[in-house]
């Protein structure tokens, strides 16, 4: 099965940066997957990473080190509307199918 | 396409009472997976579709859950008998092939009381 970690909670300033760690333990990896959710709302796709490295998409980046079961994702210039759970999960190499973590749930203070 | 849907939004039933979901995925993808999920946690996987076929089944998921998905198209979740403990939202996603992420719908709020 998969280990996914990340941590429950962290809060941080509007304008500021946080990053959000996850650390895995799979075997067939097969991608790396970040989501956001808002209270009540169904998760919305943010990034994914399957090679080393960093991937930028405007205000959030993510990053992989797959030798070291690692992930983080950045959010810069942090908004009140960013205050929302990030999950991360895995994927194995057979099917589609993604592993959650517990989610990292972020709150963004003026 | 207006996206994964997901009805009813919210149900809330009796405990040993049945109940069934339903999800409508976006119309090319060709998967489709159920997923729970409990106040502070990450959806937990149930089952997933490939077209008709179901390709895999959690092993925590008791035999009171049972899905379908006889067109390859839309997919129920039926629970019978419900629990206070399967109280949880019912999150349905779907992708197209494995190259892709999940586009989720809104869930369904289950309340077993």
């Known amino acids: 099965g998969q280990n996914i970690d990340q941590p429950t909670e962290m809060t941080a300033t509007e304008g500021a940066i946080v990053q959000i760690n996850c650390t895995y333990q799979?075997?067939?990896?097969?991608?790396l997957f970040w989501y956001q959710q808002h209270a009540g709302e169904a998760p919305t796709f943010l990034s994914y990473?399957?090679?080393?490295g960093l991937e930028e998409k405007g205000r959030f980046s993510s990053f992989l080190s797959r030798s070291k079961g690692y992930s983080y994702l950045l959010l810069k210039e942090l908004q009140m509307k960013d205050s929302a759970s990030y999950l991360c999960?895995?994927?194995?190499?057979?099917?589609?199918?993604?592993?959650f973590g517990g989610g990292t749930r972020v709150l963004v203070k003026p | 396409d207006t996206g994964v849907s997901q009805d009813p939004r919210h149900k809330i039933t009796k405990r040993g009472q049945n109940v069934t979901f339903r999800c409508d995925p976006i119309s090319e993808h060709n998967r489709l997976y159920w997923y729970r999920q409990t106040l502070g946690q990450g959806p937990e996987f149930l089952t997933y579709f490939q077209n008709e076929a179901q390709l895999e089944k959690s092993r925590l998921l008791s035999d009171r859950f049972s899905a379908e998905r006889p067109k390859g198209s839309f997919s129920t979740l039926e629970i019978q008998r419900t629990e206070q403990g399967d109280s949880a939202m019912y999150l349905c996603?779907?992708?197209?092939?494995?190259?892709?992420?999940?586009?989720f719908g809104s869930g369904t709020r289950l309340t077993v009381v």
């Open positions: 799979t075997s067939g990896f097969n991608g």
């Open positions: 999960a895995v994927r194995v190499a057979a099917g589609n199918k993604l592993t």
């Open positions: 996603a779907s992708s197209y092939g494995t190259g892709d992420g999940y586009t």
């Open positions: 990473n399957v090679l080393d």
